[in-house]
């Protein structure tokens, strides 16, 4: 049996090998030990008076980036698809 390499996978293709491979405990490792590597925004502190505009504008913000990456990859797809 091949060993598999982890780091050789983006991030999108681990998440969805673990998903297909919950038994494989590596892969889940090499999730997690990815995701606790990134480091981490501090939006507001919770005795920031501003506490929940500042929460809900990173919201907001964290939505229309997932929704313009979404919007990229269907502008690609549909490129891909006219070739």
Same mark, same amino acid.
């Given at each position: 049996? /091949?060993?598999? =390499?982890?780091?050789?996978? /983006?991030?999108?293709?681990?998440?969805?090998?673990?998903?297909?491979?919950?038994?494989?405990?590596?892969?889940?490792?090499?999730?997690?030990?990815?995701? =606790?590597?990134? #480091? +981490?925004?501090?939006?507001?502190? #919770? =005795?920031? #008076?501003?506490?929940? !505009?500042?929460?809900?504008?990173?919201? +907001?913000?964290?939505?229309?980036?997932?929704?313009? /990456?979404?919007?990229?990859? =269907? %502008?690609?797809?549909? %490129? %891909? !698809?006219?070739?």
């Amino acid at each position: 049996m /091949s060993r598999i =390499n982890y780091d050789s996978m /983006s991030d999108i293709e681990l998440k969805q090998y673990f998903l297909k491979h919950r038994g494989d405990e590596a892969a889940f490792q090499a999730y997690l030990d990815r995701i =606790n590597q990134r #480091p +981490r925004r501090i939006v507001a502190s #919770p =005795n920031d #008076p501003d506490f929940d !505009d500042k929460v809900q504008a990173a919201i +907001r913000q964290k939505l229309e980036a997932a929704k313009s /990456s979404g919007q990229q990859a =269907n %502008t690609a797809l549909e %490129t %891909t !698809d006219q070739e």
